[in-house]
């Protein structure tokens, strides 16, 4: 368990956090932590200040609330996979990134949690979400980046903006709960599965840009609204 009133670490010289249960807060201070092994970060609460955590293992982080401030987590290591379950910055940003080969993002798989935040963007090498469990977000603004597939569910009931969401290779899925906008959304791969599927379970569907594959994508659109 650690605590600094005014921040945990700094840019330049991080706190190592690489343990089976690791409790982290500050009273309005940025936090700044590395986990090099495989680590669950069981709860992360900045009272505003910036989080910002960088990876090279697996990890799960399972609680990370910042009231406003900045949630980064990233990492550039090889088949390295965050597993995220509830991160709250409030009308603040949300980045989280698994750029090394094979690297995911995934979720924790209760339903009860959620990313939230003004602006969400999510990436994964190796997929983002998946099919079977998708990715839950509550964002304004929703950007997404794979190379192996994008799967998210946002609950939002007052509407996402989907302003870059795209696959290189893999299908997209988004499912929103409220008025959804579809600025751009990209499976570009053109390979046969490679899908464009997105759905909202309340208000209206407007598109921008929306395609998949030349010859071989497909769009699955759905509103309960009008498109």
Same mark, same amino acid.
């Given at each position: /368990?650690?605590?600094?009133?005014?921040?945990?670490?700094? #840019? %330049?010289? @991080?706190?190592?956090?690489?343990?089976?249960?690791?409790?982290?807060?500050?009273?309005?201070?940025? $936090?700044?932590?590395?986990?090099?092994?495989?680590?669950?970060?069981? &709860?992360? =609460?900045?009272?505003?200040?910036? $989080?910002? $955590?960088?990876?090279?293992?697996?990890?799960?982080?399972? *609680?990370?609330? #910042? #009231?406003?401030?900045? $949630?980064?987590?990233?990492?550039? /290591?090889?088949?390295?996979?965050?597993?995220?379950? *509830?991160?709250?910055?409030?009308? %603040?940003?949300?980045?989280?990134?698994?750029?090394?080969?094979?690297?995911?993002?995934?979720?924790?798989? *209760? @339903?009860?949690?959620?990313?939230?935040?003004?602006?969400?963007?999510?990436?994964?090498?190796? %997929?983002?979400? /998946?099919?079977? =469990?998708?990715?839950?977000?509550?964002?304004?603004?929703?950007?997404? #980046?794979?190379?192996?597939?994008?799967?998210?569910?946002?609950? @939002?009931?007052?509407?996402?903006?989907?302003?870059?969401?795209?696959?290189?290779?893999?299908?997209?899925?988004?499912?929103?709960?409220?008025?959804?906008?579809? /600025?751009?959304? =990209?499976?570009?791969?053109?390979?046969?599965?490679?899908?464009?599927?997105?759905?909202?379970?309340?208000?209206?569907?407007?598109?921008?840009?929306?395609?998949?594959?030349?010859?071989?994508?497909?769009?699955?659109?759905?509103?309960?609204? &009008?498109?």
């Amino acid at each position: /368990t650690l605590h600094g009133a005014t921040g945990v670490g700094t #840019s %330049g010289t @991080r706190v190592s956090a690489s343990a089976e249960r690791v409790l982290v807060s500050s009273s309005g201070g940025a $936090i700044y932590l590395s986990a090099a092994a495989p680590a669950v970060l069981t &709860s992360v =609460q900045s009272q505003g200040g910036a $989080i910002d $955590i960088v990876h090279s293992a697996d990890l799960l982080l399972a *609680n990370a609330l #910042s #009231s406003g401030g900045a $949630i980064t987590v990233s990492s550039s /290591t090889a088949q390295a996979d965050l597993l995220v379950g *509830n991160l709250n910055a409030g009308s %603040g940003t949300v980045t989280l990134s698994s750029t090394g080969t094979g690297g995911t993002l995934k979720d924790d798989g *209760n @339903r009860g949690t959620r990313v939230v935040g003004g602006t969400v963007s999510l990436t994964g090498s190796a %997929g983002v979400g /998946t099919a079977s =469990q998708t990715l839950q977000t509550s964002a304004a603004t929703l950007n997404a #980046s794979s190379g192996n597939g994008i799967f998210v569910e946002d609950g @939002r009931t007052a509407g996402v903006t989907l302003a870059s969401v795209v696959a290189t290779g893999g299908a997209v899925s988004v499912s929103s709960a409220g008025p959804t906008v579809a /600025t751009s959304v =990209q499976a570009s791969a053109d390979s046969a599965g490679n899908t464009v599927t997105l759905s909202t379970s309340s208000g209206d569907l407007t598109l921008v840009s929306v395609s998949a594959g030349a010859t071989q994508g497909t769009l699955n659109l759905s509103a309960a609204g &009008s498109i």
